[in-house]
């Protein structure tokens, strides 16, 4: 079997061994210049050695495979032959180049080799040939460096090695008083070749190779040798690439684009892929070779501005490649050119990277150009669903953020927990920002926390984007700002902030309130300075309606990508809103009921009667506090019951433990508050500081808390319950369907649910009763406590719907407080101790598994059992994904997160199918 294995796959003159769906065996670039040769574009003749070789090769003590030399010497046969030369010719002599190509590309990450075949003599007939001398004594000279380097093993290791080749090269030009390597002459170059001989003798003692299948061996030899070079450890553990995988290494007949002002060399792309913009364009340069492009010694020209001109004859055959390549591929290509002597040859293609923004208009370009259906333009390959935020947000302009970047103005990494990018300045207080906004209702401004609280929600409002030191992905700071569609960066650790001083250090710099400073939602980096951002339009016509659809190409494009959304998913997508603006916001963005609405964030508008109903001492003085509130909250439901329009609107009932809304923290930080307090209920400062010691909870998230606040004082329950069915009941009379549905909070037993469910129950009677009036509501429960999932089957005897919340059921079932793993996630996620924050993405095998229980526990007993899930990975792509494939009814999310799940739905749907 060993003796038939093949090993080296040739291309050329039309017809290639290889084809793109190789690129396994023949790594990305090999199955791609075979396929290119297969549909007839001009690719330099050549052959690709295997992936197989690569790993043979390390499983046998860096050894080939004994048929390998055979076949590598007839491929070399056969490329002489299409290419009309010979290797090692003293007349016509064919030159090679060796390079590397692994399945996933690595840029620059592995070993080249061009030139192979040059020595003494050959140099002489390639001169004679090409009637340039000094080209090809540069050529020559190339080689040896390059050779020197990599195969030789010469290369510099550390900055203080001394760089030989560079050093002579250096000298040379000083001696002659030249500033560019293609000033020196004829002369100068052959006297650097008899240096850079010189120089590989004396350091590693042995001649330079002349032999040119000695030298094409050491080539691939040094190629193979580098996928196991430390930076490409690095490379491929920090993108998840196996090193079982091993690289191939292409042979290929060397085209030049360096032999006179008649040759070129570029990369570019088939259509711009920062915006989209259809056209051929990137950079090239006249009489150079490849690596001169990338170097950055000279500035490259653009293709799409002066390339027409310079050489319209291979502008128009670039063009004409391009589009066979879309055609052929039916994807945006990043291709490799050299142009010699007026003739275009492809060196490369590969689909190309770009941004969300680009992704968007291109797959949706793809389809209205008939190159593909609207289902190829939705798989997640082309657009993932999270590149959708890039049209839903503001975001940098690209050129100023790494402007920001290489100007070392970047400040710390936090986790990225609200999209989009914000400009503005430093503010530490809620307080501080409204007086701000009051002056100048322009001013833009980030809010800077340690972590936020109820009371910074009138701050965040108004900020442009939210910094906290603390917390993590589900943290308050987190939700409440994807909720209102603030760019947000939680948990960035090195910040540290002095309220008092009102100012925020990292490092050795010190920022003050009234600096600017820029965060990038996207990405959880923070810079000092501005950093210009330009607006959504997508957001300008659907939120502000300050466009029209019509003036908005982008909006077009996204509104026909999202009818194509909707046509494939089977999920349904809700959001999590407290507010009727946030929920006609969300409406907008495609959502189809509210899946929860956190009750407790109303409460923060009206502190001063749930503080009296805190330190009420009786349930009778309890109960007058709740009358006062609930007014408050059958106009806070109503308004979310009218603008959902008949739409289902899920409403848990209290969760937070009631510290949250009083505590010393509060009475330390305002100071004034404690003598409002006494004032306003007549007692003394020692009995708020008691009642505050026993509310006080070393873990705030795990005590009493959800329906144990319920089930202790059942008086909150029933005027919640009050409160939405007298507005149910209102808002039906204005003749407006409506749809409640109560949830009830962190339940594990049955028994929990029961005794809420009849305070609820009890509450929609009387008000019934009371009203005349009578709505259709349901009663059910999160799952957020792994008990709840364990006992499904018992707890779906009660419920009518289960929703899961995520955010509680990762830190219950990880053991993993939500609010403090932001510490030591970076270095989890960095040790591959975990692959995602699993406050981000649901954690599969557990959380997950947890789900599945619950899922089928809830089902056994109520086959129709509606389920959802609430927590924040209902915006999360992959979580998404994973919800559609246990079967639940939907996901809901903060309100711009909506059009990322419905896309998420729709790839999933379409995956399963
Ligand atoms: C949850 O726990 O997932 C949830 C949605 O509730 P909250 O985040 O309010 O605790
Ligand atoms: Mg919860």
Redesign the pocket.
Known sequence: MANDAKYVYFFGDGQADGATDMKNLLGGKGANLAEMTNIGLPVPAGCTLTTEVCTYYYANDRQYPPELKSQVNEAIGKIEKVMGAEFGSKTNPLLVSCRSGARESMPGMMDTVLNIGLNDETVLALAKQTNNEAFAWDSYRRFIQMYGGVVLDMKPKSKNDEDFFEGILHKTKEKSGVKFDSDLTAEQLQGLVADFKAVIKQQTGVEFPSDPYDQVWGAIGAVFGSWMNDRAMVYRRQYGIPHEWGTATNVQAMVYGNLGDDCATGVGLTRDCALGVPGFNGDYLINAQGEDVVAGIRTPKRIEKTLVEEMPDAFEQLQNIGKTLEQHYKEVQDIEFTVQRGNVWMLQTRNAKRTGFAAVRIAVDLVNEGLITPEEALQKRRIPADDLNQLLQPVFDVAEKSRAESGGKLLATGINAGPGAATGQICFHASDAEAVIEEDPDAQLILVRRETSPEDLRGMRIAKGILTAFGGA?SHAA?VSRQMGKVCVVGCSSLEIDYHEATVRVGDKVLKAGDWISVDGFTGEVFEGKVVTSPSEVIEVLVHETKKPEESETYQRYEQLMTWVDEHRKLRVRT?SDQPDQAIEAVAFGAEGIG?C?TEHMFFEHLDEIREMILAETQESRKLALDKLLPFQREDFAGLFRAMNGRPVTI?LL??PLHEFLSHRHLEEQPELGHKLSDMLDVSLDVIHRRLDELHEENP?LGHRGCRLGVVYPEITAMQARAIFEAACLVNKEGIEVHPEVMI??AGFLTEFKHQEEVVREQAKAVFAETGAEVEFLVGT?I?VPRAALTADQIATGAEFF?????????TALGMS?DDYGGFIGDYQENDIIPADPFQTIDQDGVGRLMKLGVDGGRSTRSDLKIGI????GGDPASVMFCDGIGLDYVSCSPRRVPVARLAAAQAALERE
Do not use: A, K
């Open positions: 589900s939700l999590n929860l956190r848990r969760d937070p998230m909070p962190l999160m957020e929703s899961f919340g995520t955010n509680d059921l990762t830190q939500r609430c927590g924040e990975h």
